[in-house]
């Protein structure tokens, strides 16, 4: 029992970064039309400024804020000088994320060198209680996630930006033409993306190394959850990274532990066949008349 | 006329003498072609890097002393590095490339098995030789495919037999931890990505432990894994005496303190990450922690000849990864190399440079005894072991341990 339980907390704190990339991805798809593959190293550009910082001498918890400024303007830089040419044409838009991707790994590379990265736990305490571990910082990022996420849901849900961009996903034309500055609007969703990005690296490099790569490993799973979820949709983002975590943390447990990503990936097949728009439904991008 | 005569005299003459008195002309050095081809981008890069800063070194030290005396010609080795981006396709193409369009007479390279087979192909044909690292390519060194004509005459594996470096890794790691825990261990867990080289170097290691006396679980990962807590959770459970993090440093090094904080075991061995790098990352646990090197650490006490080899390598701008240790692995073969060129006395007999290297015993920094390649191409040094003591993150003691004799029952070699 105690290892079971072990295993469900163990699933909590797989799903807290996985989701946040995963919202990301899903918020930028769904609400700016953009499928971004450089997300991933976006994030990886988060971990490496919260790797700098740290080193230097910066508290985690001002680094992570510094880590969220600097891949906020990397968005904007991104968006400002690529992505705006693409909007019409997603799929140049794609390849483009691919093609940046490749040249972040290579410019932190050149910048930093190809080793691993690591900074010290920031808060190295683990509570045992009733037989589990539950590790300080996990317990925080967890904490995080969650405040994050209730931030995302409101903004979208129940502000007034939240729905003028709403409108501008359901018909941009329309939304223009009603006062909404839907091309400013999707520049805010990319920024905020890549904002939540950075901070996704910030909490990945507390908890584990990184490398210039990390961000071609997390991206696949950051759009499995977007797809499991709903693209599109922040709490079908929630339920993605809650499904992963859970499929990793009772296979690694019941299951053959070198599998686990196949099983991940099995689980988004089936859901994507039973309801291909996702668990909570999605959107299909913004939409113009 | 007369006068014209004295003038075509006096110029003759003026040409001798100028003949006479200036320095005998050296004829110019020329260039022996050497190519390496290694990740410089991708996932192998910490890898791929120490092949080329170690070939740098070399070839820096090689022509700053003169070059090599070949016949009556004397060589500066010229490099030709070709990143092979991680990649199966690129190494091939590059291989290609260095043999057939820019003509090397020898490939350093490359850091996996898959990819030093592939290039094989490609050397094997053009009698071009072939120096690579991976311990994975005993499975194809053998007395039939390295015969003069066969595919890998001219392919050379510059690190052990991987039978003989788990043998004397397990070896060492036993006897280091053993003493400094409570119990005799008798149960290991070993944690090992599930990729061809960690399936391949995990089935000898496996072997060795059992030859020693281990019960031992065997646990894969998929390969890129970062959050190990749930694997972890499941090999805390059963109660374990070491866990073995094998093969893959960057992954140990993620993996380990991640075990730490839900104390997994109480040992650690941690294959593949040197001292050097436990330290400057101030890592630290309630319990002992063995690590080993191929061949020897940088991080660890050292012999004053690699702990020369390591400043002049740090100093060159290489990282301090945890697979620094492995450029050793290629260094000392530039000099062999260049020592079977001037005994052959001609770089245009690629048959007689194998015959020449495998006649012999070469002192290079890599190996405290003469290098010497097997019938198969293949050569066997010792395992540096190393043990940290609870606790501390640079209070190491090293042990050099020998490789068994023999196989272990039921290991078939390679």
């Not at chain 2, 960057?250 to 650690?268: G, K, R, W």
């Not at chain 2, 660890?300 to 702990?307: A, N, S, W, Y």
């Amino acid at each position: 029992m105690d290892i079971f339980l072990q295993q469900l907390i163990n699933s909590l704190s797989v799903a807290s970064v996985t989701i946040l990339i995963g919202m990301g991805i899903t918020l930028i798809f769904g609400l700016a039309g953009i499928v971004n593959f450089a997300h991933g190293e976006f994030l990886m550009v988060g971990g490496m400024v919260t790797w700098l910082l740290v080193m230097a001498g910066v508290n985690f918890f001002i680094a992570m804020f510094g880590a969220m400024a600097a891949v906020g303007v990397l968005g904007y830089v991104a968006e400002r000088t690529l992505f705006r040419f693409t909007l019409n044409r997603p799929m140049n838009g794609f390849i483009m994320s691919i093609g940046l991707s490749v040249i972040l790994q290579n410019v932190v590379i050149k910048a930093l060198n190809e080793v691993q990265k690591s900074i010290p736990d920031p808060i190295a305490k683990v509570w045992v209680i009733g037989g589990v571990d539950i590790i300080a910082m996990r317990a925080i990022v967890v904490a995080i996630t969650v405040v994050v996420v209730a931030i995302t849901y409101f903004g979208i849900t129940r502000s007034r930006y939240g729905v003028a961009l709403r409108a501008s996903v359901s018909d941009q034309d329309t939304a223009a033409l009603m006062g909404i500055p839907v091309r400013r609007y999707v520049t805010g969703v990319f920024i905020y993306g890549s904002v939540l990005a950075g901070l996704g690296g910030a909490l990945m490099i507390a908890l584990f190394p990184i490398t210039p790569f990390t961000g071609s490993v997390v991206i696949i799973r950051g759009f499995a959850v977007s797809l499991i979820g709903g693209l599109g949709n922040v709490g079908g983002a929630v339920v993605g990274g809650l499904v992963l975590g859970l499929v990793d943390a009772l296979s690694a447990q019941y299951g053959y532990p070198q599998w686990t990503d196949a099983y991940s990936l099995v689980v988004m097949i089936v859901i994507l066949i039973l309801r291909p728009q996702g668990l909570l439904g999605g959107t299909l991008g913004p939409r113009a008349t | 006329m007369k006068r014209l005569r004295l003038k075509l005299g006096l110029g003759i003459a003026a040409l001798g003498l100028f003949g006479v008195l200036s320095p005998p002309s050296h004829a110019a050095d020329k260039d022996l072609k050497i190519g390496v081809v290694a990740a410089e981008s991708g996932s192998f890069v910490s890898a791929g890097n120490t092949i080329v800063a170690a070939a740098k070194l070399a070839a820096t030290k090689i022509n700053d002393a003169g070059g090599i005396k070949v016949g009556n010609d004397t060589y500066k080795i010229k490099l030709y590095i070709r990143d092979n981006r991680t990649d199966v396709n690129v190494t091939v193409a590059a291989a290609l490339e260095l043999v057939n369009d820019i003509g090397v007479s020898a490939i350093w390279g490359t850091e996996t098995h898959d990819y030093s087979i592939a290039m094989a192909k490609i050397t094997g044909p053009a009698k071009v030789l072939q120096f690579s690292g991976n311990s994975s390519l005993g499975s194809a060194l053998n007395a039939k495919s390295v015969a003069p004509g066969a595919w890998l005459h001219y392919a050379f594996q510059t690190e052990p037999q991987e039978w003989q470096r788990s043998g004397s890794t397990a070896k060492g790691v036993l006897s280091l931890l053993t003493p400094m825990l409570a119990t005799k261990p008798v149960h290991s867990v070993v944690l090992v990505g599930n990729d061809a080289t960690g399936q391949y170097l995990s089935s000898h290691y496996v072997k060795a432990l059992e030859a020693d006396g281990q019960t031992v679980d065997l646990v894969k990962y998929p390969p890129d894994t970062t959050d190990f807590l749930p694997i972890l959770t499941r090999i805390k459970g059963m109660k374990p005496d070491i866990v073995h993090f094998w093969y893959n440093g960057d992954s140990t090094l993620t993996a380990f303190p991640q075990a730490e904080q839900i104390h997994v075991a109480p040992a650690y061995f941690l294959f593949g990450v040197d001292p050097g790098i436990y330290a400057q990352r101030n890592l630290k646990a309630t319990v002992p922690v063995a690590m080993s090197c191929v061949p020897e650490c940088w991080g660890g006490p050292k012999r004053p000849e690699v702990d020369d080899y390591f400043t002049k390598y740090f100093a060159s701008g290489a990282s301090k990864g945890p697979q620094s240790s492995v450029s050793l692995l290629y260094y000392d073969y530039f000099f062999m190399y260049a020592k079977a060129l001037t005994q052959v006395g001609s770089v245009d007999n690629p048959d007689g440079v194998v015959d020449a290297l495998l006649k012999m015993q070469y002192q290079g920094v890599v190996s405290p005894v003469p290098l010497v390649f097997n019938a198969n191409h293949q050569v066997t040094f010792a395992t540096e072991v190393c043990v940290v003591k609870p606790n501390t993150s640079d209070d190491f003691h090293c042990a050099t341990e020998q490789p068994p004799p023999a196989p272990p029952p039921g290991d078939a070699g390679g």
